[in-house]
Nanobody, 115 residues
């Protein structure tokens, strides 16, 4: 079992930046992949970015060039640096971790981008 705790959400104007952080505790074997999903109001939860323990990354097309994901394996943390934010980036951002068939979610943090 993995516990994930997110921080760093908030309200920002379009063009601004935010940094989300997620700290994981529990089995490191269940944190091979860590990443972020987001759920806009009234829409489904979709992948934003993910990173493997070895550093391989994957990004949604809509955020490429604006967001950067990073992780610290020693601390079991994953961060999402979000730049040039747009109103369409608004939503609840969820940290997740997966490995050895186990998937875990954080409680979510709200990001609101005003125009």
């Amino acid at each position: 079992q993995v516990q994930l705790v997110e921080s760093g959400g908030g309200l920002v104007q379009a063009g601004g930046s935010l940094r989300l952080s997620c700290a994981g505790s529990g089995s490191i074997f269940s944190m091979n992949i860590m990443g972020w999903y987001r759920q806009p109001p009234g829409k489904q939860r979709d992948l934003v970015a993910e990173i493997t323990r070895s550093g391989t990354t994957d990004y949604a097309d809509s955020i490429k060039g604006r967001f950067t994901i990073s992780r610290d394996n020693a601390k079991n943390t994953v961060d999402l640096q979000m730049n040039s934010l747009k109103p369409e980036d608004t939503g609840v951002y969820y940290c997740y971790a997966s490995g050895r068939g186990v998937g875990s979610w954080g409680q979510g943090t709200q990001v609101t981008v005003s125009s």
